[in-house]
């Protein structure tokens, strides 16, 4: 509900004292009262001459500020004579017309949306009166959907889920609003939950809607975007079956568009499917390609809100592809590289994306504890800075993480279970079987088995569900290590057949990464049966096919192993 406080009069472009030109006349004239264009300019230029305006000149476009005092008397007079609600209207339609017509483009240089952004107040108070119980829906809602880009732009993910929630909410089926920006508003709905982590469904219907608007008028550019969106509401909630149907489509509608910068970007998407399906040397061979013939696109509406470095991400995708393969300096090296270059691109959420796909997780996954607490450390930085919850809690749970591989289990775990049971009401179940694996560690180190076994499954039930398979691998081995310790002198088939399920699949993914730590838990097993013999022949197996890395945390632990084992 606006009130007269909240309201800010229109600002009016400059116009030069004492000359006025009536369009009705088609002449200079010196009575400013014969049409309603001269008679304003003639009421700012009595302002003007009067000291109560003022001209800022302080950017690039000029424009009259009218002072509080005098704000607050007109408003006053305003009230007195009953006039609040008309002007408000007046107010709230020229904002609209403004924006309408002028279809922004969030992609636009920073120089281009500036003076619309610093509308934003204006629009904000256009807003709050077109919502109130005496304002017009109908304004609102095509405001709302007009000023998208500019809330986008500006940095304001929070902002635009909370006026586009509350514009969804008014949209009425008579409503005279354009199809384009329907198909907007509709997009920006759905689009929030990767920046706000807000409730997943809605939004995905909400992209539906806004991708069969964008089919029905023809905009191929638009459909690509809301590809993307789908795409990201779904790889990041782990429906990895359906974000591979995604890329499919993200694939037909680049090749219609003819940009290669589209192609290789739908490319890079799938490969993000791929190694959650735990293909690595498809990934590999995906990311090399990108990396080594990335074009930079021409048309900045095909690079995801013209916020994301392509390249940048492919390279983190290689860095993982070649952590899983058994090259870990290779991979952290690539993943350094990678945010020297997001850094120099210096768009923020590329060197949010470089830290949290690469250097966080690899740095965790090498045991370079003092790396990993540094780059977590910086992506919070990040999250913070851009009021993105998405990254805060990713970045919080690579902190619990941290914290249970350090031996602060209690702390890690609780951690990881706030930010896990956020997560799974908010629909949001964000690299879950990675965290809930990491989670059980904790957990099995505080003597909670049963918890730690709940959450295990709870990790391969979700994997399950949605196709990921890239870190099943490691549940089924932490399974067994939970199976051995629930099972102490019972018989242990159960811990054995998750170890050599566990080799089997990660054999299968080329994942040599994951196979050598099942290797040290079925090594560890045989060790405690005395049978030293297969202990060894079972890690030999698997570390002497390893080339380099050999000062990282598993490599350490398979050599001390080794050389721990009798002769």
Not at 140 to 158: E, I, K, M, Q, R
Request: with cysteine; aromatic share 8%.
């Amino acid at each position: 509900m606006s009130t007269a406080s909240s309201w800010s009069p229109p600002r009016l472009a400059p116009s030069a004292p004492g000359l006025w030109w009536c369009k009705h006349r088609g002449r200079r004239g010196a009575d400013p009262v014969d049409c309603i264009e001269s008679r304003v300019a003639h009421g700012i230029t009595s302002l003007v001459y009067k000291s109560l305006v003022t001209l800022d000149r302080s950017t690039s476009t000029t424009r009259w500020n009218l002072l509080e005092t005098i704000r607050a008397y007109a408003l006053e007079k305003l009230a007195a004579h009953d006039e609040i609600g008309a002007a408000a209207r007046r107010h709230a339609e020229f904002y609209q017309d403004l924006f309408a017509s002028r279809r922004l483009d969030s992609h636009a240089p920073s120089e281009d949306m500036e003076p619309f952004i610093r509308e934003i107040d204006n629009v904000r108070a256009a807003l709050d009166w077109s919502f109130s119980s005496a304002g017009d829906a109908e304004i609102g809602v095509t405001l709302t959907a007009a000023y998208v880009p500019a809330w986008l732009h500006a940095g304001l993910p929070t902002e635009c889920r909370e006026r586009t929630e509350r514009a969804m909410n008014n949209l009425a089926p008579g409503m005279n609003v354009s199809l384009p920006l329907r198909m907007q508003l509709h997009f920006a709905f759905g689009l929030m939950p990767a920046y706000t982590m807000s409730p997943v469904e809605p939004r995905k219907a909400a992209l539906a809607e806004a991708l069969a608007l964008a089919e029905q008028i023809g905009d191929l550019q638009a459909q690509f975007q809301i590809l993307w969106g789908l795409w990201v509401l779904n790889s990041e909630s782990g429906e990895c079956h359906t974000a591979y149907a995604v890329t499919e489509q993200l694939s037909l509608v680049a090749r219609r568009i003819g940009d290669p910068s589209a192609s290789l970007m739908a490319q890079r998407l799938r490969g993000f499917v791929l190694e959650m399906q735990g293909q690595h040397q498809q990934l590999r061979e995906c990311s090399e390609h990108l990396v080594r013939h990335y074009v930079a696109p021409t048309d900045r509406r095909l690079t995801a809100w013209g916020q994301f470095d392509q390249r940048v991400l492919a390279r983190a995708m290689l860095a993982r592809a070649l952590w899983f393969q058994g090259y870990p300096a290779q991979a952290m090296d690539q993943a350094r590289l990678n945010l020297e270059e997001a850094q120099r691109t210096n768009f923020p959420l590329s060197i949010g994306e470089a830290l949290r796909v690469a250097v966080c997780d690899i740095a965790l996954m090498n045991g370079d504890l003092e790396a990993a607490d540094q780059s977590i450390t910086m992506l919070l930085d990040i999250a913070t800075s851009r009021n993105a919850p998405f990254w805060g809690i990713l970045g919080r749970c690579l902190r619990g993480k941290l914290l249970v591989i350090r031996g602060e289990f209690a702390q890690g775990s609780a951690l990881l279970r706030t930010e896990l049971e956020f997560c799974e009401r908010a629909g949001w179940p964000i690299w879950y079987p990675e965290f809930m694996g990491a989670m059980a560690e904790g957990l099995a180190e505080l003597g909670q088995i049963a918890e730690a076994r709940a959450a295990v499954d709870k990790g391969l039930a979700s994997a399950d569900r949605g196709g990921e398979r890239s870190y099943y691998p490691e549940l089924l081995r932490l399974k067994g290590e939970l199976l051995l310790r629930q099972a102490i002198g019972q018989p242990v088939s159960g811990a054995e057949q998750n170890f050599s399920a566990a080799l089997r699949l990660a054999r299968r993914q080329g994942a040599l990464a994951l196979e050598l730590r099942v290797a040290l838990s079925f090594a560890r097993l045989r060790m405690t049966q005395g049978r030293h013999d297969e202990a060894r022949q079972i890690l030999t197996a698997i570390y002497g096919r390893v080339t380099e890395g050999f000062a990282t945390a598993d490599l350490r632990a398979a050599r001390s192993m080794l050389e721990a084992l009798p002769s």
